[in-house]
């Protein structure tokens, strides 16, 4: 018995290929770039992209705000000021800002349970702390990438964004 050709034809057994999509992964096509199937390629690329640029801090010490907000805060040096951290401003370290009055005060008590955590991690070693806001980096950047992807549809154009 010879088969009918075309889409719809019936194999030998008697069953009629489905028109619905395959759920098997297809080969991948020669246009399609290699990151379509595995994002999580993608992922690596845009997180160590994003790694590297910033590496130069890891040799670099405190500066600018690091001097007041870590390396002379000694709130951060023992977990036991935690009460502290959630009853004081993020700059509350000294006379030197108390003069700015109301212009810097925010409360951010996980930005100082983060300095405390790197504190007792490095020993106030700065490179500890720009590890960490490497990670921080990172992270973010993942997620933007995940939030563009979601929002365009697109991977190319989603990293590119992700990358600024």
Not at 32 to 40: D, G, H, K, M, V
Not at 47 to 60: D, E, H, N, R
Not at 73 to 79: A, D, E, P, T, V
């Given at each position: ?12 057994d ?36 994003a ?27 023992s ?18 800002f ?18 405390a955590?790197d ?38 154009p ?7």
């Amino acid at each position: 018995m010879q088969r009918p050709e075309g889409d719809n034809a019936a194999s030998e057994d008697g069953d009629v290929p489905s028109s619905e999509p395959s759920v098997l992964p297809s080969a991948r096509s020669e246009s399609e770039p290699f990151w379509e199937l595995r994002p999580s390629v993608l992922v690596a690329l845009v997180a160590t992209l994003a790694i590297a640029v910033f590496s130069p801090a890891l040799v670099g010490g405190f500066i600018y705000d690091d001097i007041h907000l870590v390396e002379n805060n000694g709130m951060i040096r023992s977990f036991s000021a935690w009460r502290y951290w959630y009853t004081h401003h993020l700059w509350d370290v000294g006379a030197d800002f108390a003069q700015l009055g109301d212009s810097l005060r925010y409360w951010r008590p996980s930005i100082t349970a983060s300095y405390a955590l790197d504190w007792s991690l490095g020993n106030g070693n700065p490179v500890v702390f720009h590890v960490t806001n490497l990670g921080w980096h990172a992270a973010a950047t993942i997620l933007v990438l995940r939030a563009l992807i979601r929002w365009t549809g697109t991977t190319g154009p989603a990293a590119l964004g992700a990358l600024l």
